[in-house]
């Protein structure tokens, strides 16, 4: 039987409560919008294939709490990502500010190399805009990062920003197993030698064969 998919990817979203995480991942996975607020407790996932250079790349699509007594659960996940999405609301300044703290927490609890994405969200609410385009466009800039603003319920950018995220992994991890196919070949070795290992895999290597819910 044909492989399903050619990749896992496993993505995790960040960023305050209310900014509208949840609704991200549903309207990517399931496309579709609820208004009613319901605060995720603890971690969450859902997934979707996508087509990405002609590979089939399924993704896992981790929805942390926003809520501060969920820290210690959800810093746990964010070893085993690949991809993290920080969102904020443009209509909430605060959501925005508290990014500086998002990319700390990433960068104390997350793989090194990890791709990051920033998302101004709820981008339908332009008459209650609090934060501009440039300034967010400015922050990702400073951090190196791509940045879209999109709306989950009004479907903008939603596809395009986790697209992007995954074509950014599948190249990147393209551009690995190259060099470690290369640093693997070393010098050469003599005959009947013990087998080595090989170079360590990457900490947030696929997992195949069936879904690997654990942290990390
Ligand atoms: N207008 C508008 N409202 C949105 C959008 N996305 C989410 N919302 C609303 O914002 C509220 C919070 O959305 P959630 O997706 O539950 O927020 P969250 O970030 O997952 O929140 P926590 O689970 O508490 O961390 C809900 O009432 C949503 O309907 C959007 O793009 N536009």
């Given at each position: 039987?044909?492989?399903?998919?050619?990749?896992?990817?496993?993505?995790?979203?960040i960023?305050?409560?209310?900014?509208?995480?949840?609704?991200?991942?549903?309207?990517?996975?399931?496309?579709?919008?609820?208004?009613?607020?319901?605060?995720?407790?603890g971690?969450?996932?859902?997934?979707?294939?996508?087509?990405?250079?002609?590979?089939?790349?399924?993704?896992?699509?981790?929805?942390t709490a926003g809520q501060e007594r969920f820290k210690t659960i959800t810093t746990a996940?964010y070893?085993?990502?690949?991809?993290?999405?920080?969102?904020?609301?443009?209509?909430?300044?605060?959501?925005?500010?508290?990014?500086?703290n998002?990319?700390?927490s990433?960068?104390?609890n997350?793989?090194?190399?990890?791709?990051?994405?920033?998302?101004?969200?709820?981008?339908?609410?332009?008459?209650?805009?609090?934060?501009?385009?440039?300034?967010?466009?400015?922050?990702?800039?400073?951090?190196?990062?791509?940045?879209?603003?999109?709306?989950?319920?009004?479907?903008?950018?939603?596809?395009?920003?986790?697209?992007?995220?995954?074509?950014?992994?599948?190249?990147?991890?393209?551009?690995?197993?190259?060099?470690?196919?290369?640093?693997?070949?070393?010098?050469?070795?003599?005959?009947?030698?013990?087998?080595?290992?090989?170079?360590?895999?990457?900490?947030?290597?696929?997992?195949?064969?069936?879904?690997?819910?654990?942290?990390?």
């Amino acid at each position: 039987m044909a492989k399903a998919y050619d990749h896992l990817f496993k993505l995790l979203l960040i960023g305050d409560s209310g900014v509208g995480k949840t609704c991200l991942i549903i309207r990517f996975a399931e496309d579709n919008f609820n208004s009613t607020y319901i605060s995720t407790i603890g971690i969450d996932f859902k997934i979707r294939t996508v087509d990405i250079e002609g590979k089939k790349i399924k993704l896992q699509v981790w929805d942390t709490a926003g809520q501060e007594r969920f820290k210690t659960i959800t810093t746990a996940y964010y070893r085993g990502a690949m991809g993290i999405i920080l969102v904020y609301d443009i209509t909430d300044e605060k959501s925005f500010e508290n990014i500086q703290n998002w990319m700390k927490s990433i960068k104390e609890n997350a793989s090194a190399g990890v791709e990051r994405l920033l998302l101004g969200n709820k981008c339908d609410m332009e008459a209650r805009r609090k934060v501009q385009w440039e300034r967010a466009d400015q922050l990702a800039r400073e951090h190196g990062i791509r940045f879209f603003e999109t709306s989950a319920k009004s479907s903008v950018n939603v596809d395009e920003a986790f697209s992007s995220l995954a074509r950014d992994i599948l190249l990147k991890s393209g551009a690995r197993r190259l060099v470690s196919r290369e640093m693997a070949a070393g010098p050469p070795v003599p005959p009947c030698s013990p087998a080595t290992s090989g170079p360590p895999s990457a900490p947030w290597a696929e997992r195949r064969g069936g879904l690997d819910l654990s942290p990390g």
